[in-house]
């Protein structure tokens, strides 16, 4: 698969060819992009995300030798394959001495076309592939404290050529389940952290680009940095202002503009044992309270967030070792509560730990209705099943059954086992299939009829569930 393309030739007619020869081709191109000249092209790969070029050489305002230079210079280059009328050798070491990786002389046909794109398929798998790899070192790189100097300096080292920025800053969020449009090449790059802290590196420059894509989640930012040594620290600074905005419900705290308060540490304890006394007496809204009072505490900054999370994951611990033997298989649903950031914020936190109290109180009790909520899940995966053809999120899904929409996000994946995006894709490919065997429509009509709008996205999405394209489903089954 090819995320974008870009088709630089001053013959339209050559454009056009090749355009119908990736409609054809099993190697997935999801956006093409066309101009006629290295000066337009250079204006495109300014502007958007461009994975693989292909491109002529004598073309009028810029040609192309001059269009690679000026790209590598400004380490702009993406894949680049020329495809020429000139068998010039000159010309070919030219090219390849700055970067551009096949050429190709013309006429244009399907096999020599093909060939590029298989190339370009396999050498992108492998370059995101290889980053994705480097990432997770970064990511376990800001996690833990018991790595060496030497094993910093060989993951930064690493990650510098995917880095590339002057000057950069570290956002800190919760992302949730969509995070494609986190990452932007050569401006920002979205990083998976752990317990739901995760990570955007960024060029300053493009700093209130991605503001504006997280600004309904609550996210700390860092003070920009220089040097990717400094990315451990620059995560920490982001992190800690994450905490902040959960804390307050603050969308955006940026350290540089923040102001740490002292927290009054010695409540804590007084806390954990008078909590742990009123479990042991089987007094969990007494419990409750007492965790109020100090969630209060720290709005107000009276209080630090960990020492909340601390004293959070005691109660909850507790009460589950004590009751375990009436309480049964709950470790997961223990594990997804003590995953605080996995919630925007600590309003949203605290709901959703009051409904686990409530709930916990009555099993112990012996009298444990989960009525109510079956019966609103049952209602969910009834209205997903009669309207995936529609644009269907979880927002809409939960305002269907009266539901707030972070209580639906966890709820629904305890109920169905997994996420709501993945059930509603595996409905909608589900349904797909059943078009490609039953029925004579054809794939874009296939598309729309299961809700996607656009039919590469979901060619992409089919590919990813079943391994096959549409068309090599249908025809090894019919």
Same mark, same amino acid.
């Given at each position: 698969?090819?995320?974008? %393309?870009?088709?630089?030739?001053?013959? #339209?007619?050559?454009?056009?060819?090749i355009?119908?020869?990736?409609?054809?081709s099993?190697?997935?191109?999801e956006?093409?992009?066309?101009?006629?000249?290295? #000066?337009?092209?250079?204006?495109?790969?300014?502007?958007?995300?461009?994975?693989?070029? *292909?491109?002529?050489?004598?073309?009028?305002d810029?040609?192309?030798i001059?269009?690679?230079?000026k790209? +590598?210079?400004? !380490?702009? @280059?993406?894949?680049?394959?020329?495809?020429?009328e000139?068998?010039?050798?000159? *010309?070919?070491?030219? @090219?390849?001495?700055?970067?551009?990786?096949?050429?190709?002389?013309?006429?244009?046909n399907?096999r020599?076309?093909?060939?590029?794109?298989?190339? $370009?398929?396999?050498?992108?798998?492998?370059?995101?592939?290889?980053?994705?790899?480097?990432?997770?070192?970064?990511?376990?790189?800001?996690?833990?404290?018991?790595?060496?100097?030497n094993?910093?300096?060989?993951?930064?080292?690493?990650?510098?050529p995917?880095?590339?920025?002057?000057?950069?800053?570290? *956002?800190?969020l919760s992302?949730?389940?969509?995070?494609?449009?986190?990452? #932007?090449e050569?401006?920002?790059?979205?990083?998976?952290?752990?317990? *739901?802290l995760?990570?955007?590196?960024?060029?300053?420059?493009?700093?209130?680009?991605?503001?504006?894509?997280?600004?309904? @989640?609550?996210?700390?930012?860092?003070?920009?940095?220089?040097?990717? %040594?400094?990315?451990?620290?620059?995560?920490?600074?982001?992190m800690e202002? /994450?905490?902040?905005?959960?804390?307050?419900?603050?969308?955006?705290v940026?350290?540089?503009?923040?102001?740490?308060?002292?927290?009054?540490?010695?409540?804590?304890?007084?806390?954990?044992?008078?909590?742990?006394?009123?479990? $042991?007496? &089987?007094?969990?809204?007494?419990?409750?309270?007492?965790?109020?009072?100090f969630?209060?505490?720290?709005? &107000?900054?009276?209080?630090?967030?960990?020492?909340?999370?601390?004293?959070?994951?005691?109660?909850?611990? =507790?009460?589950?070792?004590?009751?375990?033997?009436?309480?049964?298989?709950?470790?997961?649903?223990?594990?997804?509560?003590? !995953?605080m950031? /996995?919630?925007?914020?600590?309003?949203e936190?605290?709901?959703?730990?009051?409904?686990?109290v !409530?709930?916990?109180?009555?099993?112990?009790?012996?009298?444990? !209705?989960?009525?109510?909520?079956?019966? +609103?899940?049952?209602?969910?995966?009834?209205?997903?099943?009669?309207?995936?053809?529609?644009?269907?999120?979880?927002?809409?899904?939960?305002?269907?059954?009266?539901?707030?929409?972070?209580?639906?996000?966890?709820?629904?994946?305890?109920?169905?086992?997994?996420n709501?995006?993945?059930?509603?894709?595996?409905i909608?490919?589900?349904?797909?299939?059943?078009?490609?065997?039953?029925?004579?429509?054809?794939?874009?009509?296939?598309?729309?009829a299961?809700?996607?709008?656009?039919?590469?996205?979901?060619?992409?999405?089919?590919?990813?569930? =079943?391994?096959?394209?549409?068309?090599?489903?249908?025809?090894? %089954?019919t």
């Amino acid at each position: 698969m090819i995320r974008t %393309l870009l088709i630089v030739d001053d013959e #339209k007619k050559d454009i056009d060819k090749i355009k119908k020869i990736i409609d054809s081709s099993e190697i997935v191109v999801e956006k093409i992009f066309e101009c006629s000249n290295g #000066k337009e092209a250079i204006d495109i790969i300014n502007e958007n995300d461009i994975d693989v070029m *292909f491109t002529d050489v004598v073309m009028p305002d810029l040609n192309g030798i001059a269009m690679v230079k000026k790209l +590598k210079e400004e !380490d702009k @280059l993406p894949l680049t394959c020329v495809i020429s009328e000139h068998e010039d050798f000159e *010309f070919a070491v030219d @090219l390849f001495t700055n970067g551009v990786k096949q050429y190709v002389v013309k006429p244009i046909n399907k096999r020599k076309i093909e060939k590029l794109l298989a190339y $370009c398929s396999d050498e992108m798998q492998k370059f995101y592939k290889t980053r994705k790899s480097v990432f997770q070192r970064v990511s376990y790189m800001m996690f833990y404290d018991n790595i060496s100097p030497n094993e910093v300096e060989s993951i930064c080292d690493d990650a510098k050529p995917y880095l590339n920025f002057n000057e950069y800053i570290v *956002f800190c969020l919760s992302a949730g389940e969509d995070t494609e449009d986190y990452t #932007k090449e050569d401006k920002y790059y979205f990083i998976k952290g752990e317990e *739901f802290l995760d990570m955007i590196i960024c060029d300053v420059k493009y700093k209130d680009e991605v503001v504006n894509k997280i600004k309904n @989640l609550y996210v700390g930012i860092s003070t920009p940095f220089t040097n990717v %040594l400094d990315l451990k620290q620059a995560f920490c600074e982001a992190m800690e202002m /994450r905490k902040t905005a959960f804390m307050i419900s603050e969308h955006i705290v940026d350290f540089s503009e923040f102001n740490q308060p002292v927290f009054e540490y010695e409540y804590g304890a007084k806390l954990m044992m008078h909590t742990a006394n009123l479990i $042991c007496s &089987n007094k969990m809204n007494e419990a409750l309270k007492q965790l109020e009072i100090f969630m209060q505490g720290v709005k &107000n900054h009276k209080y630090s967030i960990d020492e909340f999370q601390e004293q959070v994951r005691i109660i909850i611990t =507790t009460a589950m070792n004590i009751y375990k033997s009436m309480l049964g298989n709950k470790e997961n649903e223990v594990k997804e509560i003590l !995953d605080m950031y /996995r919630f925007q914020n600590l309003d949203e936190y605290m709901e959703v730990l009051r409904q686990w109290v !409530d709930r916990f109180d009555e099993l112990v009790n012996n009298d444990a !209705d989960e009525h109510m909520t079956i019966k +609103k899940m049952n209602d969910a995966v009834e209205y997903i099943k009669a309207n995936y053809s529609k644009d269907l999120n979880m927002a809409v899904v939960s305002n269907h059954i009266s539901m707030n929409y972070s209580l639906f996000s966890y709820t629904f994946k305890r109920y169905v086992g997994t996420n709501f995006v993945n059930y509603l894709k595996n409905i909608r490919i589900g349904e797909a299939k059943k078009l490609l065997v039953e029925t004579d429509m054809k794939v874009h009509e296939i598309s729309k009829a299961v809700g996607y709008e656009h039919e590469k996205h979901f060619m992409k999405t089919f590919k990813n569930i =079943t391994g096959l394209t549409p068309s090599q489903y249908r025809k090894n %089954l019919t």
